[in-house]
């Protein structure tokens, strides 16, 4: 694509309004913004502008059939785009809006078909954020915004990663800051007979369950600890068009050591001994308690092991930081609890790792 001038606006306590103000004006005329939300960075557009739209496929390099969350800043605005909605919608809505739950509805006519892949159906949430909200509710419109990456790439959780991704390709860059949770929302369908969770993320189905009586994992197979998600996991269709392709990839091949610890240390040593053999560096991603028991090359930090969400914090910036050292591969220690969002850090790990 052809290069664009990016203007880089860092917020700071003075100038909240004036930047939230230019960021909007951008947005009303077509352009693309890269924005904070309590999640990931997000790239966003007008969701109802089509033109704008597919600036933000260009700029990710976003196959076409993988379709944008519409962010909004209130109810009135979900009932803009969505029809049909469900009663145990406005539980969720109570709930967790704003907050890292997306909930896939009916869409309305309203809604171009590039913002929702071609679907009959639209992505929805409210994102916990001032500066989110801010530039929403001064666009007046719902915004379209992926992770502001470029597709198939580690999402960004500082402005510094969007940069490294984007700069050229959008119009501009709002830096607020390290974002505070680190993975995706939670994408909940509430289309389907029994609601499925299609993605996990910042919030969990335990969670869930407390709102609605039956909710599916439609996202990752291992993600829940009962046999019938497990058994419902399996059922073939793509429903989530974005989960079929590669993603949150450093250029680094990574590999995933799942398991109880003392197994994943095992594996872990093993495996930097068979790379050392053959003369190849290793980057670790590792836990504290995993880390007293074993070091690579690059040996990155993370958290105590019964913390997922300091792990979901640094999980992003941390696959970036070790594929700008010089190693040939990370190893992630997957010995942390795949509950709450640490089901979403090992969904997003294992995507990272493909089949490794
Ligand atoms: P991203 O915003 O890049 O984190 O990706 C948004 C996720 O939501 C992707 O996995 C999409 O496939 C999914 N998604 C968005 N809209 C829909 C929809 N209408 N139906 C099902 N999944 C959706
Ligand atoms: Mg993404």
Redesign the pocket.
Known sequence: MEATKTQIFRIDRGNFEKTIRAAARIIRDGGTVAFPTE??Y?LGADALNPAAVMKIFQA?A?PAD????AHVSSRAQIREIARDIPACAFDLMDAFMPGPL?L??K?KAIVPDVT??G?????VRMPDHPVALGLIRESGTPIA???A?L?GRP?PTTAAHVAADLAGRVDAIIDGGQVRIGV??T?L?L?SQTPAI??PGGIGIKDIRGCVDEVKDAGGARDVGNARDVASAGMGVV?????KYT?YAPETPVILVEGDPESVVTRISKLIAEYHKKGSRVGLMMTEETAEQVSGDEDLILCPRDNPDAYAHNLFGGLRYLDGRDVDVIIADGSIQSEGVGAAVLNRLRKAAGSR
């Open positions: 999640t990931v997000g990710k976003r993988n379709p944008l969350i997306t896939i509805l869409r929702t892949g679907l009959d159906t639209i992505a915004a992926p992770s990456n597709s999402s995706e929302s994408v369908d289309t299609l993605r429903k989530s068009p974005g989960m993603h």
